[in-house]
């Protein structure tokens, strides 16, 4: 089911004895089942916009709208069962153990004993920690990539519309946040729900998002896919925001879905593959490697969902930013 | 050594009766300070100057020295165990607050914002997220209030609230040392007993929210 979950708009944001807006005029539609990053340095309003979504935070000026309706008419509690919230400090609750954490929704919602416990450990399973072992420890007892993982199974325990990520995985070393930033598009790829996911991280943006907002002092500067942004900057913020990735680092940080065509014909079995969201510069060692003309895209189940061209990704690394006027 | 005994054969009724009028003053003032104390100490989380201003209230009277609290007092509510019950009750009242409003704000505030942000309502959040958290800092305050009022209880004695102080200012006003002797014992023995008691509740009770 497509059409527009949450509209934003005309939406700012001025907290009590400040003169800056921290969010300012932003309009924004999201579709249903988007993964959507929003990047930009610290200070420029993400939080900000984030918790106006999730009615942390009153609008100063604007409407948000959820599935049509404006969120300023809903009841506010139950709106927000409707959201899972994830935020960087994760604020797991320490007095209660991985299960009952992830029980609190739920059992709020007057849910059965035993569905809560299914809906437990069905979670952890999906954010692979194990059920036996995991369930009931309590936070102190967990790493902290896991407590991530039991934070972001939290958020997800009612089977919210949409997640709300706050820099979820800002503290985490580098390995394990790309470990987690895996299987955080494979959930979002099996239960198809809507993700607005704040980062200040170029590449995770670029890595996790189907769209970016690329935001700086509460103005959303470009909305748009990170091919397009990476390719077509809207203006000078943006244009030098990416400068500093050179061609090399663009194919980095692009996923190979991001200009993959939908196959037409039967697959050929002698076509090389790679993962939807592998990076295309793994894609070109894979050319470079089989020479072969074509490669396919697959999923982890190794569906097919599409294919690059040699062609195609050659145009990409012969294409000049634009934007270059904007730098004298 | 054998008066000592024999004073505590002779007269164990009697003890034993001024014993549990002390428990009692002291019971009445913990349930009365702390039934004011959690929801004060809770509405006070919501505005800082509020907060100082209360406290600092209470710190004020806190400073007041209890005979001098008693003296005050007498000319509104007359001699008796009423009297001494709420002169003590302000002075616990003050340990209550700050430890109440310390229980409060020791909650971590991703915690609360976490509660919030999924949608729970103010009195799940007050009952399944900041009691839990926040009771052992609560106990805390209840145990140093007990203590506190067991002898400040003791003083009471003074303007005829009954209480093991009655043993105390007899011996005192009768060059009695047996008495005096039996006075600190009982007094200092219910003191051990309860901040006993109470610190094994607060052991528990920090283990079950920080396990
Ligand atoms: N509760 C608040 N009261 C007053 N000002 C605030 C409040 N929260 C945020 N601000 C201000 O609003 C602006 C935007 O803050 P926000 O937290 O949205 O930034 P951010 O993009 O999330 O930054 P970061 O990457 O550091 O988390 C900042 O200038 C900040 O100081
Ligand atoms: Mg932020």
Redesign the interface.
Known sequence: MAGKIIEIRGVSKQFKNAQAYAVDHVSIDVSRGDFITIMGTSGSGKTTLLKMINRIHELTDGNIFFEGQNIHDLKVEAYRKKIGYVIQQIGLFPHMTVAENIAVVPKSLHWGKDRIAARASELLSLVHLEPAIYKDRYPSQLSGGQQQRVGLARALAADPEIMLMDEPFGAIDAITRQVLQDELLAIHRKTGKTVLFVTHDLHEAFRLGDKVIIMNEGRVQQYDTPYNILFHPANGYVAKLVASEDIIEKLKVLRADSISTPVQVTPDGRVPRVLANAPLSAVLGKFMETGAPQIYVEDAQGRIEGSILWNSLQSIASLRTEGAEYFV | MTGFFTYATKHWGRMLELLLQHLEIVGIVLGISICFAIPIGYLLTHSKIASAFVIGLFSVLYAVPSLAMFAILLRFTGLGMKTAVIAISIYAQYILLRSVTAGFSSV?S????????????KA?ILF??QF??AAPVFLSGIRIATIASVGLAAIASTIHSGGIGDLLFEGINNLYPVKIVWGVILSSGLAFALNFGLGKAERYLTK????
């Open positions: 971590e991703s915690v609360l914002e976490a509660s919030r942000g999924m949608g729970l309502g799940e399944r997220i839990p958290l079950r929210a920080h396990p």
